[in-house]
Antibody
Framework: QVQLQESGPGLVKPSQTLSLTCTVS??????????WSWIRQHPGKGLEWIGY???????YHNPSLKSRLSISLDTSKNQFSLKLSSVTAADTAVYYC????????????????????WGQGTMVTVSS | QSALTQPASVSGSPGQSITISCTGT???????????VSWYQQHPGKAPKLMIY???NRPSGVSNRFSGSTSGNTASLTISGLQAEDEADYYC???????????FGTGTKVTVL
């Protein structure tokens, strides 16, 4: 059974870089058919897609975050990571990682159809 | 590209059926253009859980009381035989051909009276 677990600092100072890692167990992030995603939820608000990465290294980002965002894979550790630079209080949120299914005909196009397995989420607060 | 539009709240009594709508943009860029609509249930303090994918498919283990459909640019989630445990927030989502690529709905709070 595939499980995901986020890890990283719960407190980040303004203007610094937020770094989170998602460790995948019970399955390989190198297998096709899935992207690996980051999603966040501001306190009391809805879900916001951040971006996702394929095992090939192809990444797709939310344009509103693209200039500050980096998503990468470490296949040797079966992990993927998020780095968000120049953070402000507006980046305070619960951050989730999720396995993301893509239909076989659409994977290489970056088209996904569902976030089928989620991590428990980690709260990140941006404050001095 | 803003979020897909959902009603803020929907309520029903135990045993009743309720339907949550999810309206896309006025083009074929998301809900109306792709069969990649999914629905998520989120209880307070918990991670979202996939309930419906590809408009109307249920993952293994999800009750058949949950069903999905689309009509034009609007997707719908129906919960039949409403139970107390169904009280939660529900989000729709869709792939979009806009620059955003993926969009969530505004969320709907379901209350079981």
């Amino acid at each position: 059974q595939v499980q995901l677990q986020e890890s990283g600092p719960g407190l980040v100072k303004p203007s610094q870089t937020l770094s989170l890692t998602c460790t995948v167990s019970g399955g390989s992030i190198s297998s096709g058919g899935y992207y690996w995603s980051w999603i966040r939820q501001h306190p009391g608000k809805g879900l916001e897609w951040i971006g996702y990465i394929y095992y090939s290294g192809s990444t797709y980002h939310n344009p509103s975050l693209k200039s500050r965002l980096s998503i990468s894979l470490d296949t040797s550790k079966n992990q993927f990571s998020l780095k968000l630079s120049s953070v402000t209080a507006a980046d305070t949120a619960v951050y989730y990682c999720a396995r993301t299914h893509c239909p076989s005909t659409s994977c290489l196009l970056g088209r996904v159809d569902a976030f089928d397995i989620w991590g428990q989420g980690t709260m990140v607060t941006v404050s001095s | 590209q803003s979020a897909l539009t959902q009603p803020a709240s929907v309520s029903g009594s135990p045993g009743q059926s309720i339907t949550i709508s999810c309206t896309g943009t006025n083009s074929d860029s998301d809900v109306g253009g792709y069969n990649y609509v999914s629905w998520y249930q989120q209880h307070p303090g918990k991670a979202p859980k996939l309930m419906i994918y590809d408009v109307s498919n249920r993952p293994s283990g999800v009750s058949n009381r949950f069903s999905g459909s689309t009509s034009g640019n609007t997707a719908s989630l129906t919960i039949s035989g409403l139970q107390a445990e169904d009280e939660a927030d529900y989000y729709c989502s869709s792939y979009t051909s806009s620059s955003l690529l993926y969009v969530f709905g505004t969320g709907t709070k379901v209350t079981v009276l």
